[in-house]
């Protein structure tokens, strides 16, 4: 039954509002608007695009049991015309949206190449390694990062804009004060990893006259250098992408905030995962068949659902 209306046309909202919710790209065109004059490719046709190669990727995932791992590297996507004309492929005409065989180098692979999470994580008239990198941590790996101490100091943007100061520069001033650079030492070597990618994602080797300086150092000490080097980083930490992937999805499919009796189902979701290639059927399976899912609380005590 969970195989038959997975491949129901209604399972599409997985896509379509599960993926947006859980990668924060809901509010994109609304709260999130590139500068209408500096990106003049950005419009309601474009914004639309975005979305849909999300949710499109997504339900691919889902639909074909293809593994979880593509989200963080693959070899296509869906784009139509206008997006196309974003990411640099030839040969697409129109505006529907299709699957396209990205070529082995793209750095397009996976949702660290998509316009729509590119453009959420900046600013309207720039990139922010900042936005980028805390969105990497808070989505991506779960991991939650404090939000700043009310006085810190907004960044200078007319020294930005003008290229009299880089944005590295300013984050290094910033890392000096202690409350700062506990969240900044992890967020900005993640965002830096993203710089190739403007403010739109489109890709960029320089940025006003100078080469684009996409190097990060974690704070293990690790050291990478633009979108491709910091996919082999998140690879490396799939397990903790798939934890929580599986916490979101749970958290969806039981329509409540997540408790520490969840966290069983979370392990044994977890060891689905695992011994099915990190293919999404193990999971899913093992979320509708779980005590929770198939139990509702009702005067404070867990009933059997129909």
């Known amino acids: 039954q969970i195989k038959r209306m997975l491949k129901d ?27 209408a004059e500096r990106f003049t490719e950005f419009n309601e046709g474009l914004l639309l695009a975005m979305k849909a190669e999300v949710a499109m990727f ?24 206008s997006l196309a004309d974003i990411y640099g492929i030839k040969g697409i005409a129109g505006e529907e949206m299709r699957l396209v065989q990205l ?13 729509a999470i590119l453009t959420n994580t900046s600013h309207s008239l720039r990139t922010s390694p900042v936005l980028r990198g805390k969105w990497v941590l808070d989505e991506l790996l779960g991991e939650r990062v404090a939000p700043p101490p009310p006085d810190v100091p907004a960044f200078d943007e007319e020294k930005i804009d003008t290229g009299e100061m880089s944005m590295r520069t300013q984050l290094e001033l910033h890392r000096k004060n202690p409350e ?35 190097k990060g150092t974690l ?13 082999t980083v998140l690879l490396d930490r799939k397990d903790g992408v798939a934890k929580n992937l599986t916490r979101k999805m ?57």
Request: some cysteine; charged content about 25%.
């Open 180 to 214: 700062c650079a506990s969240c900044h030492d992890r967020m900005d070597p993640i965002g830096f990893g993203l710089e190739n990618f403007d403010a739109i994602g489109r890709w960029r080797n320089e940025h006003k006259g100078n080469p684009v300086d996409a």
């Open 58 to 81: 997504f339900n691919r995932i889902i639909q074909e049991d293809r593994s979880l791992l593509d989200l963080l590297d693959s070899d296509y996507t869906y784009v139509n015309e």
């Open 250 to 306: 749970l958290g969806y499919a039981l329509g409540r905030n997540l408790t520490r009796q969840d966290n069983c189902v979370i392990q044994d979701s977890m060891e689905a995962l695992k011994a099915n290639e990190y293919r999404p059927s193990g999971l899913i399976e093992e979320i509708v068949l779980s005590y929770p899912f198939r139990h509702r609380y009702s005067n404070g005590k867990l009933e059997e659902t129909d």
């Open 9 to 35: 046309p209604r399972a599409q909202a997985l896509g379509k509002t599960f993926a947006s919710q859980w990668l924060g790209i809901t509010q994109l065109g609304e709260a999130r608007i590139p500068d």
């Open 103 to 115: 070529p082995e180098d793209s750095m397009r692979g996976g949702l660290l190449g998509m316009s």
């Open 219 to 231: 704070t293990n000490g690790k050291q990478f250098e633009g979108p491709a080097e910091l996919k």
